[in-house]
C-alpha cells in the first residue's frame, strides 16, 4: 500500500546523507514515518532523489542497532549496562588518564553525519567542559584541503555557489569528480542545464560521469596539478585574462604568470598521457566560455597536493573572472550530509563560527556569547587526525572517543589505525549500530540514534541550512547524540555550562550568535521554522539579507567582486610540484586509485548495508576494476579472484575487467574494508588531508599461491 495513502499528515526533512542535502517528504502516521517521497518544492532536488535517499527509513529499523549502552568486561565481552553507569565509565575513564597523564592525553573524533548543533555541543563539551585539547574530525578525510584552499585563497573556508550554477553554466569543468555516482542529484541539475555546455573531465579514470562528458582528459594519475598549471599557462598565452578583474580583485597575478610558464603544454601533456590538440580544445572553451564553473571533490581532495590542485582551479576561476556571476565559480562539492556543518561548528581544528584557537580576541567574543571564563578556551591549535593517531603510537594518547565515524574501515593504513585503536587505555564509541568496524575495539558503546530520529540542521554544500526532524522513535535505548552530550555534561559536573542548550533550536540560537558579523553570519534566520518555510536558507543570512532578499532566492557569493581578505582580494597562490610518493615500480607495478564505486552505497556501507534494496543494487563482495590488456597479460577473467598486495597488507578482491581503468592502474571502491588494507599512509603538507588515490600495489591470481 503506498505510504501516502496509510499518512495522516506529512513533513519535510533534509536527507541525511550526502552534502547535496535534498529535502525528502515524509509519510507520518501516528507520529511515525511510515514511507518517504522525494520532495518536489524543495529547491535542491526538485523531487528527484537517489536510492540511498529513498532507503532512508529502512536503514533504521536493523537488527544490529545498538540498543543499550555496552561496557566491555575482564573476559572481553561486551555486558548491556544503564546509561547511569555508562555514563559513570565514561566520566571515571577519561578523568583517571587526564589526571595521571594531562588534558593532552585524551581526544575525540568527530563526524560530519551529526546535525550541527550536535557538533556545535560535542566540541564545547570536549574542549570547554571536559578540558580537552585535541579533537578533529573524519571531515579531515574527504575536505581539509578545500577548507584550507578556500580559506588561503578567499579569506575565509567559503565555497561560492549556488546549485543553480549546474543549470546556468556554458561550460562546466570536473577534475577529480563523478558527480554521476557521487552526487548524482547535482549531475541531473547538469542535465537539466539548457545551454548545451561543454562538459569536461579530467580523471585518469573513465567514470560515468567522463563518459557523459564532452572531453574527457584522461591524465596518468597525479599530473592533474602539473595539468592544470599547462592550461592556465595557455590562457595566458592565448589572452584569455580578465585583466580588470584581476587588477582590481586579486592579487599574485605576476608570480602565477612566472610559474606557470615553466608549464609549456607541448612538455606536459605527453609526461600526464594527454594530447596536446585536445588539452588546447579544452584550453579554448574555458577560454571562450561566458560562464564557466570548475568542480572538484574527492579526486583532487584526497591527495598530497590536493590543496594547491583545488588553487590552481581558484586561480582559473579568478583569472578568467569567472566566479560571483550565475554559472561560474571554483566550486568544491563536500561528501557527507553536514561536512559544512563540520567546517563551522565541530570546534575542533578552528574556534566556533571558524575562529582561531590561537586569537585571543576570537577567544574573547566566543567566552562572551556563551558566557565562560576565557581560560576554558584552549589558545592552542588541536592536533589533526594523523598526528592525534601518531599522539597514541607515542604513548601519548590514551584515551578516545569516536562519534559517529567508523576509522576501523575508513582510515588510510587500516591495519595500522586498527593497531593504534587497540592499544588504546580507553575507547569510547558513540554510534547507531553495534556492527561498526570500530565497535570491536571499544571499551564502552553509547548506542545513538540516527537520521529521522532526533532534530537539528544540515549545512549542504551550496551552504544552505536544512532542517532535520524527528518523525520515529530511536529503538531500545538509544538515545539522541544530543542527549547523550546533556548526560556526559552533567555526570563531568559541568551541566550548569551547559544550561541553556536545552534543545537543538536553543544551540541554533546560540550558534546564531556565534555567527554574527562573520561571513558565515546567520543571525538573521527567524529560526527552525522560517528553515522550514522557506526550503533551507544559504548562509550568509544576516539581519540585512532579510531585509533585501528572499530566503528562497538562490544566491551566490562574491557577486560584488570584495574577498574576505582585509584588503578584499583574493590570493592567486602557486607552488612547486613534489614527487609522487609511492611510484609503481618492479615489485608493486600498479597504481591503485580508489573512490566511491556506485550510487547506492555510502562510505563504509554501516548504514547502506542496512538496506536489502541497496545491497541488491551492488556487490556485497569486494572487487577490483583491472583493464583486459592487464587481465590477458595475467591469464585473468571476469570474475576470477585476485590478490593484491602492497607494502601495507594484502586484500583479496573479485576480478571486474573492463577499459574503465588504463593499463598499469587498477580500482578499488571504498566500500569494502579490504582497500585500505593497502593503502599508503601520506598527507597533503596543508591540509593534511590523506592521499587515499595513489600507491603502489602488485596483483596476482588468487590460485598462484
Ligand atoms: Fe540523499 Fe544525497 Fe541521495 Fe539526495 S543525492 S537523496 S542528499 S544521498
Given at each position: 500500500t503506498p505510504a501516502s495513502l496509510l499518512a495522516d499528515t506529512t513533513?519535510?526533512?533534509?536527507?541525511?546523507?550526502?552534502?547535496?542535502?535534498?529535502?525528502?517528504r515524509l509519510h507520518i502516521r501516528d507520529?511515525?514515518a511510515v514511507g518517504l517521497t522525494?520532495?518536489?518544492?524543495?529547491?535542491?532536488?526538485?523531487?528527484?532523489?537517489?536510492?540511498?535517499?529513498?532507503?532512508?527509513?529502512?536503514?533504521?529499523?536493523?537488527?544490529?542497532?545498538?540498543?543499550?549502552?555496552?561496557?566491555?568486561?575482564?573476559?572481553?565481552?561486551?555486558?548491556?549496562?544503564?546509561?547511569?553507569?555508562?555514563?559513570?565509565?565514561?566520566?571515571?575513564?577519561?578523568?583517571?588518564?587526564?589526571?595521571?597523564?594531562?588534558?593532552?592525553?585524551?581526544?575525540?573524533?568527530?563526524?560530519?553525519?551529526?546535525?550541527?548543533?550536535?557538533?556545535?555541543?560535542?566540541?564545547?563539551?570536549?574542549?570547554?567542559?571536559?578540558?580537552?585539547?585535541?579533537?578533529?574530525?573524519?571531515?579531515?578525510?574527504?575536505?581539509?584541503?578545500?577548507?584550507?584552499?578556500?580559506?588561503?585563497?578567499?579569506?575565509?573556508?567559503?565555497?561560492?555557489?549556488?546549485?543553480?550554477?549546474?543549470?546556468?553554466?556554458?561550460?562546466?569543468?570536473?577534475?577529480?569528480?563523478?558527480?554521476?555516482?557521487?552526487?548524482?542529484?547535482?549531475?541531473?541539475?547538469?542535465?537539466?542545464?539548457?545551454?548545451?555546455?561543454?562538459?569536461?573531465?579530467?580523471?585518469?579514470?573513465?567514470?560515468?560521469?567522463?563518459?557523459?562528458?564532452?572531453?574527457?582528459?584522461?591524465?596518468?594519475?597525479?599530473?592533474?596539478?602539473?595539468?592544470?598549471?599547462?592550461?592556465?599557462?595557455?590562457?595566458?598565452?592565448?589572452?584569455?585574462?580578465?585583466?580588470?578583474?584581476?587588477?582590481?580583485?586579486?592579487?599574485?597575478?605576476?608570480?602565477?604568470?612566472?610559474?606557470?610558464?615553466?608549464?609549456?603544454?607541448?612538455?606536459?601533456?605527453?609526461?600526464?598521457?594527454?594530447?596536446?590538440?585536445?588539452?588546447?580544445?579544452?584550453?579554448?572553451?574555458?577560454?571562450?566560455?561566458?560562464?564557466?564553473?570548475?568542480?572538484?571533490?574527492?579526486?583532487?581532495?584526497?591527495?598530497?597536493?590536493?590543496?594547491?590542485?583545488?588553487?590552481?582551479?581558484?586561480?582559473?576561476?579568478?583569472?578568467?573572472?569567472?566566479?560571483?556571476?550565475?554559472?561560474?565559480?571554483?566550486?568544491?562539492?563536500?561528501?557527507?550530509?553536514?561536512?559544512?556543518?563540520?567546517?563551522?561548528?565541530?570546534?575542533?581544528?578552528?574556534?566556533?563560527?571558524?575562529?582561531?584557537?590561537?586569537?585571543?580576541?576570537?577567544?574573547?567574543?566566543?567566552?562572551?556569547?556563551?558566557?565562560?571564563?576565557?581560560?576554558?578556551?584552549?589558545?592552542?591549535?588541536?592536533?589533526?587526525?594523523?598526528?592525534?593517531?601518531?599522539?597514541?603510537?607515542?604513548?601519548?594518547?590514551?584515551?578516545?572517543?569516536?562519534?559517529?565515524?567508523?576509522?576501523?574501515?575508513?582510515?588510510?593504513?587500516?591495519?595500522?589505525?586498527?593497531?593504534?585503536?587497540?592499544?588504546?587505555?580507553?575507547?569510547?564509541?558513540?554510534?547507531?549500530?553495534?556492527?561498526?568496524?570500530?565497535?570491536?575495539?571499544?571499551?564502552?558503546?553509547?548506542?545513538?540514534?540516527?537520521?529521522?530520529?532526533?532534530?537539528?540542521?544540515?549545512?549542504?554544500?551550496?551552504?544552505?541550512?536544512?532542517?532535520?526532524?524527528?518523525?520515529?522513535?530511536?529503538?531500545?535505548?538509544?538515545?539522541?547524540?544530543?542527549?547523550?552530550?546533556?548526560?556526559?555534561?552533567?555526570?563531568?559536573?559541568?551541566?550548569?555550562?551547559?544550561?541553556?542548550?536545552?534543545?537543538?533550536?536553543?544551540?541554533?540560537?546560540?550558534?546564531?550568535?556565534?555567527?554574527?558579523?562573520?561571513?558565515?553570519?546567520?543571525?538573521?534566520?527567524?529560526?527552525?521554522?522560517?528553515?522550514?518555510?522557506?526550503?533551507?536558507?544559504?548562509?550568509?543570512?544576516?539581519?540585512?539579507?532579510?531585509?533585501?532578499?528572499?530566503?528562497?532566492?538562490?544566491?551566490?557569493?562574491?557577486?560584488?567582486?570584495?574577498?574576505?581578505?582585509?584588503?578584499?582580494?583574493?590570493?592567486?597562490?602557486?607552488?612547486?610540484?613534489?614527487?609522487?610518493?609511492?611510484?609503481?615500480?618492479?615489485?608493486?607495478?600498479?597504481?591503485?586509485?580508489?573512490?566511491?564505486?556506485?550510487?547506492?552505497?555510502?562510505?563504509?556501507?554501516?548504514?547502506?548495508?542496512?538496506?536489502?534494496?541497496?545491497?541488491?543494487?551492488?556487490?556485497?563482495?569486494?572487487?577490483?576494476?583491472?583493464?583486459?590488456?592487464?587481465?590477458?597479460?595475467?591469464?585473468?577473467?571476469?570474475?576470477?579472484?585476485?590478490?593484491?598486495?602492497?607494502?601495507?597488507?594484502?586484500?583479496?578482491?573479485?576480478?571486474?575487467?573492463?577499459?574503465?581503468?588504463?593499463?598499469?592502474?587498477?580500482?578499488?571502491?571504498?566500500?569494502?574494508?579490504?582497500?585500505?588494507?593497502?593503502?599508503?599512509?601520506?598527507?597533503?603538507?596543508?591540509?593534511?588531508?590523506?592521499?587515499?588515490?595513489?600507491?603502489?600495489?602488485?596483483?596476482?591470481?588468487?590460485?598462484?599461491?
Open positions: 513533513t519535510t526533512a533534509t536527507c541525511g546523507y550526502c552534502a547535496t542535502g535534498c529535502g525528502l507520529g511515525e522525494p520532495e518536489t518544492d524543495y529547491p535542491v532536488n526538485l523531487g528527484m532523489a537517489c536510492p540511498k535517499g529513498w532507503e532512508a527509513l529502512r536503514v533504521l529499523d536493523s537488527d544490529e542497532r545498538a540498543t543499550a549502552p555496552m561496557i566491555r568486561d575482564t573476559n572481553g565481552d561486551f555486558v548491556k549496562v544503564s546509561w547511569d553507569e555508562a555514563f559513570r565509565r565514561f566520566c571515571e575513564g577519561f578523568k583517571q588518564i587526564q589526571a595521571e597523564h594531562g588534558n593532552e592525553s585524551v581526544a575525540f573524533v568527530s563526524t560530519g553525519q551529526i546535525p550541527s548543533e550536535e557538533m556545535t555541543f560535542l566540541g564545547a563539551l570536549a574542549k570547554f567542559g571536559m578540558n580537552l585539547l585535541h579533537g578533529d574530525g573524519n571531515t579531515r578525510q574527504c575536505m581539509a584541503t578545500a577548507v584550507t584552499a578556500y580559506k588561503e585563497s578567499f579569506g575565509f573556508d567559503a565555497p561560492p555557489y549556488t546549485y543553480d550554477d549546474f543549470e546556468q553554466s556554458d561550460c562546466l569543468v570536473f577534475v577529480g569528480s563523478n558527480p554521476c555516482i557521487g552526487h548524482p542529484i547535482m549531475w541531473e541539475r547538469v542535465l537539466r542545464n539548457k545551454n548545451n555546455p561543454d562538459i569536461i573531465v579530467l580523471d585518469p579514470r573513465r567514470t560515468e560521469t567522463a563518459m557523459a562528458a564532452s572531453e574527457h582528459v584522461q591524465l596518468r594519475p597525479k599530473y592533474d596539478l602539473q595539468l592544470l598549471y599547462a592550461i592556465t599557462n595557455e590562457l595566458i598565452k592565448q589572452g584569455y585574462v580578465d585583466e580588470a578583474f584581476v587588477n582590481a580583485h586579486t592579487k599574485g597575478f605576476e608570480e602565477l604568470r612566472n610559474h606557470v610558464a615553466n608549464f609549456p603544454i607541448d612538455d606536459v601533456a605527453p609526461q600526464a598521457g594527454v594530447d596536446s590538440v585536445q588539452l588546447r580544445r579544452v584550453v579554448e572553451k574555458i577560454g571562450r566560455g561566458k560562464a564557466v564553473s570548475l568542480w572538484w571533490t574527492m579526486g583532487v581532495n584526497q591527495s598530497y597536493e590536493g590543496t594547491r590542485t583545488a588553487q590552481a582551479m581558484i586561480n582559473i576561476a579568478l583569472m578568467t573572472g569567472n566566479i560571483g556571476r550565475p554559472g561560474t565559480g571554483a566550486n568544491s562539492i563536500t561528501g557527507q550530509c553536514n561536512a559544512m556543518g563540520s567546517r563551522l561548528w565541530s570546534n575542533t581544528t578552528n574556534l566556533l563560527g571558524h575562529r582561531s584557537f590561537t586569537n585571543d580576541d576570537h577567544r574573547r567574543e566566543v567566552a562572551e556569547i556563551l558566557d565562560i571564563d576565557i581560560d576554558r578556551i584552549p589558545n592552542q591549535n588541536s592536533l589533526a587526525y594523523d598526528q592525534i593517531l601518531d599522539g597514541i603510537r607515542a604513548g601519548k594518547i590514551r584515551g578516545l572517543w569516536v562519534i559517529a565515524t567508523n576509522p576501523a574501515h575508513s582510515w588510510i593504513d587500516q591495519k595500522g589505525a586498527r593497531e593504534l585503536l587497540d592499544q588504546l587505555d580507553f575507547l569510547v564509541v558513540q554510534d547507531m549500530y553495534d556492527s561498526a568496524d570500530t565497535v570491536k575495539h571499544a571499551d564502552l558503546v553509547l548506542p545513538a540514534a540516527g537520521w529521522g530520529e532526533k532534530e537539528g540542521t544540515f549545512i549542504n554544500s551550496e551552504r544552505r541550512y536544512g532542517l532535520l526532524k524527528k518523525v520515529c522513535k530511536a529503538p531500545g535505548e538509544a538515545l539522541a547524540d544530543f542527549q547523550i552530550f546533556r548526560g556526559i555534561a552533567h555526570y563531568w559536573g559541568v551541566g550548569e555550562m551547559f544550561a541553556e542548550w536545552t534543545d537543538p533550536e536553543a544551540v541554533f540560537r546560540i550558534m546564531q550568535r556565534l555567527s554574527a558579523g562573520r561571513p558565515c553570519d546567520v543571525s538573521g534566520i527567524d529560526g527552525y521554522e522560517q528553515i522550514d518555510a522557506c526550503g533551507g536558507i544559504q548562509w550568509p543570512w544576516s539581519s540585512e539579507d532579510n531585509n533585501g532578499f528572499e530566503p528562497e532566492q538562490q544566491r551566490r557569493l562574491f557577486g560584488d567582486g570584495v574577498f574576505f581578505y582585509e584588503d578584499g582580494k583574493a590570493r592567486l597562490i602557486v607552488d612547486a610540484i613534489t614527487p609522487v610518493p609511492e611510484p609503481p615500480c618492479d615489485d608493486y607495478p600498479f597504481w591503485l586509485l580508489t573512490g566511491r564505486g556506485t550510487v547506492s552505497q555510502w562510505h563504509t556501507q554501516t548504514r547502506t548495508n542496512k538496506s536489502p534494496v541497496l545491497r541488491q543494487l551492488y556487490p556485497n563482495e569486494a572487487y577490483i576494476e583491472i583493464n583486459p590488456a592487464n587481465a590477458a597479460s595475467m591469464n585473468v577473467s571476469n570474475g576470477d579472484p585476485l590478490v593484491i598486495r602492497s607494502r601495507r597488507g594484502k586484500a583479496t578482491a573479485t576480478a571486474f575487467v573492463t577499459p574503465t581503468v588504463a593499463s598499469g592502474q587498477v580500482f578499488m571502491p571504498m566500500h569494502y574494508t579490504e582497500t585500505n588494507h593497502l593503502t599508503l599512509s601520506h598527507f597533503d603538507p596543508y591540509s593534511r588531508q590523506p592521499s587515499y588515490k595513489d600507491c603502489a600495489v602488485s596483483i596476482e591470481p588468487a590460485s598462484a599461491r
